[in-house]
């Protein structure tokens, strides 16, 4: 294998780069007047629950230093809870605490942690340390996703999700993130997730991308990666379609999760979503992104649009003729 | 659309600072690489005479008019004198005064020149003078000579080119002996040519000066001879007929006025002397500058204090840091800890020197990073642990110095420039990458804006660089104007080259 593509090779493939992205996209399509609404997540689901869009309950929120001291009683009431920044960007800041052992709370990768470490992490999230500028934020307290059973099998700990890149309201390209033991249980590419491209027309996933590289398996379960079919597929659709009319980023990334009682779930929508994505597709970005904006009359129906999104994905054995 | 304009508005700020850039490079002289060296001359007139214990007033012409050359400095070492310098439409004069001179007094004039190709013209306009009555057999001379000429001449240039191969040529008739007869010197004898101009109302005048060629003594001042055409003053050499100043002319003074006056005293006496040092084009250009009527240099950074312009030196390299960082992450696609810090760390090492600064900033940030690690477990909020990260820099650079002048390296002492707000921030948010997004990329962004920093370094200290900003700010609009076209640039990072080779790994598997 090569080092290196060329630029002429990742054209003819469609890839989407940074800059282009960044330029043609991003600031065309993403008025920057929305963009509180998708970094503030508090402001997110308060959007959502006002449209009816699915998401994982609140359970509380910490807004000042002095709170810190109460959280214990929020604690109390759920064995299971995510604590993660209003204003967190790539998943950092998140802490998934998944039981309790005596006094201690156990975090995704079995890791026990002191109510102490809590307040300390809960602390650290207000004095913004993990939001965009280092600005003070605030804490948000929510129902752990109990994820769907199918991911058992597949993934290591943690909360695998769903990206959708929803463009003018048209699904563009999805995959999944199955966190492994090197993404400390986040379902963050760079911090080495697994990126499973999905074929959005079958919802059964492809390629599979591993700190930028091909992979066939994922690295801690050894599972395969490719043929797992999504649950709930047209669903994930709808709820993504559904965000960006909701919020009116033209160019969206919506993450879901998929609950085993609640089905999917909108976790956060990401205005300036990654590119990895086409890896783990083995498809370029551009070619769809130009046909929808080339498109003269977008369809606006739901399903209407389910369809031309479906319809824009080529064939998956096309992808991998040899 | 946005990209058209953006690209149209680079483009336009590109040419215009390449435009102002050359004009001034070609037209107004100035070098555009600094390290060329140049003559600088340093003309002395030393007058002496002897004191009579009265009051004494001296005056002495000094340059004001140098075609060909530049002016850069000029001194007057005349210790007890009073000096005034007037001002008349064609020369300068220093006048010194001493209410009492005894025994042998010496002053001093000295000015620096070095070549330019500056042109400086005088803007007097004579009038054109009535022909005199020249008694005979002079009369009859200057007139057949007069008639001859016109035969042979269309304009003032011509005639005078013609009325100078006569008198001077190697088989003079007997009317141009007459005239040659009266003459003694070449001071004389362009008189002579400006009398004999006067018949066909020519204005004419003498211009004094000294040929810089050499370093040398006692050199006397030498005549040349002007005509004014109506728009210009057009020079001669009085014997050769030779036109146009030659380069090596340092023109003094304009008239026949005696380059020196003395009211009271004996021997008077005015020696010149020349001699060659050499000087940077760059300090020449900077002395220049002031001397230079152009709306360029008025509003030149060559005409502020030099510890101002030093600061400026610095400040204008920014930019140029800038438009690095834009290149490296937009085009080349590399990571770095925050835009602009490794900017200022290749600011900082400027002081240090590039091993020495790479050796710092890797010790400090290495030790920092340390520390940070261990702050962590203690639970701290993140102002009051930012503030305790920057008090140990702070503590780290203290020791370093300590320790490395009892080692004797002197290097590491000049590191009150190391930006250690910018370190600690460094520290913090790298600590964090680390924890987060693991080792690998902490580490690797951390070389990264080391990297960055160096490049910025190397550029940073480029002398070629340093100068050509600083003579010529306006290359300003060039940078900004790449950067703006850079912003437009959609094209895919270097290193997305790499990082989407997967792309092609469904075919070439």
Same mark, same amino acid.
């Given at each position: ?89 790539g ?10 052992m ?9 890791s ?18 993990y ?107 709808? &709820?993504? +379609? %559904?965000? *960006?009319?909701?919020? =009116? /980023? ?5 993450? $879901?999760?998929?609950?085993?009682? #609640?089905?999917?779930?909108m ?7 990654? &590119?990895? +994505? %086409?890896? *783990?597709?083995?498809? =370029? /970005?551009?070619s769809?992104?130009?046909? $929808?904006?080339?498109?003269?009359? #977008? ?11 479906k319809?824009?994905?080529?064939? *998956? ?6 | 659309m946005?990209t058209?304009t ?193 018949g ?14 050499d ?86 950074l ?20 800038a ?43 290495s ?19 930012l ?9 780290l ?55 960055v ?57």
């Amino acid at each position: 294998m090569r080092f290196f593509a060329t630029p002429r090779e990742l054209r003819e493939r469609g890839v989407l780069g940074m800059n282009q992205r960044n330029a043609d996209y991003i600031m065309r399509y993403n008025p920057r007047r929305l963009y509180p609404l998708v970094d503030n997540k508090l402001e997110t689901k308060k959007l959502a629950l006002e449209s009816g869009i699915a998401v994982p309950e609140l359970y509380g929120v910490v807004a000042i230093e002095h709170q810190v001291q109460e959280m214990a009683s929020i604690l109390a009431d759920h064995q299971a809870l995510v604590i993660k920044p209003a204003h967190g960007s790539g998943g950092n800041g998140i802490l998934v605490i998944d039981s309790r052992m005596g006094k201690f709370f156990r975090k995704a990768n079995g890791s026990l942690l002191s109510i102490e470490a809590i307040q300390h992490h809960t602390s650290n999230i207000l004095s913004g340390m993990y939001s965009l500028g280092g600005l003070p934020d605030k804490a948000i307290l929510e129902y752990r996703v109990d994820f769907d059973p199918m991911f058992e099998r597949i993934s290591y700990q943690g909360v695998p999700d769903i990206r959708i890149i929803v463009f003018k309201g048209i699904p563009a390209a999805a995959m999944t993130r199955l966190p492994t033991s090197d993404s400390d249980g986040k379902a963050n590419l760079h911090q080495g997730a697994v990126g499973l491209g999905i074929n959005i027309a079958t919802g059964e996933t492809t390629n599979a991308v591993h700190h930028n590289h091909l992979v066939d398996q994922h690295p801690d379960t050894g599972y395969a990666t490719s043929g797992i079919v999504i649950p709930h597929w047209d669903n994930i659709l709808r &709820l993504a +379609i %559904q965000c *960006a009319d909701t919020v =009116g /980023l033209g160019y969206l990334g919506v993450d $879901i999760v998929i609950d085993r009682k #609640l089905g999917p779930l909108m976790l956060e929508l990401n205005a300036r979503p990654g &590119l990895t +994505i %086409q890896l *783990a597709n083995g498809q =370029g /970005l551009l070619s769809k992104l130009q046909k $929808i904006e080339a498109h003269p009359h #977008l369809p606006t129906e739901m399903d209407a649009r389910i369809e031309f999104a479906k319809g824009l994905q080529k064939p *998956a054995d096309s992808n991998y003729s040899s | 659309m946005n990209t058209v304009t953006a690209r149209v508005w680079a483009l336009a700020l590109i040419l215009l600072g390449l435009a102002i850039t050359a004009y001034k490079a070609y037209e107004l002289g100035l070098p555009i690489t600094p390290e060329q060296n140049t003559d600088v001359w340093t003309v002395q007139a030393q007058v002496s005479f002897e004191g009579k214990g009265k009051p004494a007033k001296l005056s002495l012409f000094i340059p004001e008019n140098t075609p060909g050359f530049m002016l850069l400095d000029e001194y007057f070492i005349s210790s007890r004198y009073g000096l005034t310098i007037a001002k008349t439409h064609e020369n300068r004069r220093a006048d010194w005064a001493i209410r009492r001179a005894r025994g042998m007094q010496t002053l001093y004039y000295r000015i620096s020149v070095a070549r330019s190709n500056l042109k400086v013209d005088w803007k007097t306009k004579p009038d054109f003078p009535d022909p005199p009555d020249y008694p005979e057999p002079y009369a009859s001379a200057i007139k057949a000579i007069i008639d001859d000429v016109r035969e042979e001449s269309a304009d003032v240039e011509s005639y005078t080119l013609e009325l100078l191969k006569q008198l001077n040529s190697s088989a003079p008739d007997e009317n141009v002996e007459l005239i040659r007869h009266k003459a003694t010197s070449s001071g004389q004898w362009t008189n002579e040519i400006i009398n004999v101009l006067k018949g066909v109302r020519i204005p004419a005048r003498i211009i004094w000066g000294i040929d810089i060629t050499d370093s040398a003594n006692n050199i006397s001042l030498r005549p040349l001879l002007q005509v004014h055409n109506g728009d210009n003053w057009l020079t001669f050499n009085p014997e050769t007929g030779r036109e146009g100043i030659p380069a090596d002319f340092l023109v003094w003074k304009v008239g026949d006025k005696s380059v020196s006056a003395l009211n009271s005293g004996n021997d008077l006496d005015v020696k010149f002397s020349v001699t060659r040092t050499y000087a940077e084009l760059i300090d020449v250009a900077r002395q220049g500058a002031a001397k230079r009527e152009s709306f360029f240099f008025e509003f030149s950074l060559l005409s502020l204090p030099v510890q101002n312009q030093i600061t400026y030196q610095l400040l204008l390299m920014l930019p140029l840091g800038a438009l690095l960082v834009v290149f490296l992450r937009t085009i080349i696609g590399l990571k770095t800890f925050g835009t602009f810090m490794p900017i200022l760390i290749a600011m900082a090492f400027r002081e240090t020197q590039l091993f020495w600064g790479i050796i710092m900033f890797s010790m400090i940030v290495s030790i920092g990073l340390m520390i940070r690690f261990y702050l962590e477990k203690l639970f701290l909020l993140l102002i009051p642990r930012l503030a305790s990260v920057l008090v140990i820099v702070v503590i780290l650079m203290l020791l370093i110095s300590l320790i490395t002048n009892q080692l004797g390296i002197e290097r590491l002492l000049s590191i009150s420039l190391f930006p250690m707000v910018i370190l600690a921030m460094t520290i913090e948010r790298m600590s964090i990458t680390w924890e987060e997004n693991g080792a690998r990329e902490a580490i690797l962004q951390g070389i990264g804006s080391l990297f960055v920093a160096c490049i910025g370094y190397v550029v940073m200290v480029n002398e070629n660089l340093m100068y050509l900003i600083f003579v010529f700010p306006e290359l300003l609009l060039v940078v900004l104007g790449l950067c703006l076209w850079m912003g437009g640039y959609t094209g895919y990072r270097l290193t997305e080259l790499v990082r989407f080779k997967g792309m092609l790994g469904t075919e070439t598997k």
